[in-house]
């Protein structure tokens, strides 16, 4: 599981049967400071994100399970609205749901 | 199986269902004499690990929603073990009762609490 920010939404009606109606986000995996880190791509969201939010996402066959048809051929979910991170007490982001 | 540092928490109010009132840890993966190595990820906790801990992170599917008995957990990383003592070459080169600070306090943040013999009550 990794930190992220959603940066952006995809649409695309033609998808594999088990896909409809599952939102597709652009996101950016970020590191420890907060700071952009990786190349970004595209998850699946089992959450209502959206563009800004800091979300925590899973990463290989255990994204699939996020769905509601288990057996879809993704490789990255969103797991969760990220509303508080702390590092060393620190608090490296927050937002206000 | 790699070696970690938990560095902090992170608070997911809205997520998948599976996560409600599951511990999820930052976590800093190590190489093996303690230096960075790869981005944080974000881990759940089994052990009572806490950030400053050294841990054993698992990170793989199948163990994870085993360890936490659910059959269809998107779970991934886990939090398996605290270490205790790690040696390498025959040297010791991590030990918990002598574990250092993760990385200095950030100038903005408050003066660290003195030790408990220093307080005054």
Redesign the interface.
């Known amino acids: 599981?990794?930190?992220g920010r959603v940066i952006g939404r995809l649409v695309a009606t033609h998808k594999t049967p088990g896909l409809s109606g599952v939102p597709l986000q652009i996101i950016q995996?970020l590191?420890?400071n907060g700071a952009p880190?990786?190349a970004t791509l595209v998850a699946t969201s089992?959450?209502?994100s959206g563009p800004g939010d800091v979300i925590?996402w899973?990463?290989?066959?255990?994204?699939a399970?996020?769905c509601p048809v288990?057996f879809v051929p993704i490789d990255a979910?969103i797991?969760?609205?990220?509303?508080?991170?702390?590092?060393?007490?620190?608090t490296?982001a927050r937002q206000e749901? | 199986m790699f070696l970690a540092d938990v560095v902090g928490t992170v608070v997911t109010p809205i997520a998948v269902p599976f996560l409600a009132g599951r511990v999820q840890l930052l976590v800093r993966p190590l190489g093996p004499r303690g230096n960075a190595d790869g981005r944080v990820r974000v881990a759940l906790d089994l052990v009572g690990a806490g950030p400053g801990d050294r841990v054993l992170v698992m990170d793989e599917g199948n163990s994870g929603r085993q360890l936490c008995d659910v059959s269809d957990a998107p779970v991934k990383t886990v939090i398996v073990a605290i270490v205790d003592s790690l040696d390498l070459d025959g040297k010791v080169v991590y030990e918990h009762t002598r574990r250092p600070l993760l990385s200095p306090l950030p100038a903005s943040a408050p003066a660290p609490l003195p030790a408990a013999r220093e307080r005054k009550s």
Request: charged share 20%; net charge negative.
């Open positions: 599981m990794h930190l995996p590191d420890e880190s990786g089992a959450i209502s925590t899973i990463d290989g066959r255990e994204a399970l996020t288990a979910a797991l969760g609205f990220a509303e508080q991170i702390a590092r060393l007490g620190e490296i749901s």
